[in-house]
Nanobody
Framework: QVQLQESGGGLVQPGGSLRLSCAASGVTFSNYAMSWFRQAPGKERELVATITRTGVTTNYADSVKGRFTISRDNAKNTLYLQMNSLKPDDTAVYYC??????????WGQGTQVTVSS
C-alpha cells in the first residue's frame, strides 16, 4: 500500500520560509518522478513543481519559479519543497504525488500552508 505523508506546513508571515517534506512508503521511491501540487480555497488544484526520478531535472510553475525549490533524497524515500519569499497567494493545502508517466497516481493527505501577517 502506497502511503505519502506530508509535513512541515504551518503559519508564516509574508516573506518567510517553510520546508515541506513528503515521506513515501509502499513504493520504490527512486523509480518515480514526483510532484508537489497545491489547492487554495475555491480554486482548482494546481501543479507547483516536478522532479525526475534522479532529481536531475526539475520544473516549476511560473508563480513559484525562483522562490521554491523541489528536491528529493532517494535514500530516505523523501521529497522536499523549500519555499522562500512566501506570499499570501501561496496559502493553500500542499500535496505530494507519485507520478505515473505525466499524471499523479498516488496522493498524500496534504499539509496546510498559511501566509499571513
Amino acid at each position: 500500500q502506497v502511503q505519502l505523508q506530508e509535513s512541515g506546513g504551518g503559519l508564516v508571515q509574508p516573506g518567510g520560509s517553510l520546508r515541506l517534506s513528503c515521506a513515501a512508503s509502499g513504493v520504490t521511491f527512486s523509480n518515480y518522478a514526483m510532484s508537489w501540487f497545491r489547492q487554495a480555497p475555491g480554486k482548482e488544484r494546481e501543479l507547483v513543481a516536478t522532479i525526475t526520478r534522479t532529481g536531475v531535472t526539475t520544473n516549476y510553475a511560473d508563480s513559484v519559479k525562483g522562490r521554491f525549490t523541489i528536491s528529493r533524497d532517494n535514500a530516505k524515500n523523501t521529497l522536499y519543497l523549500q519555499m522562500n519569499s512566501l506570499k499570501p497567494d501561496d496559502t493553500a493545502v500542499y500535496y505530494c504525488a507519485v507520478l505515473l508517466g505525466k499524471y499523479p497516481r498516488y496522493w498524500g493527505q496534504g499539509t496546510q500552508v498559511t501566509v499571513s501577517s
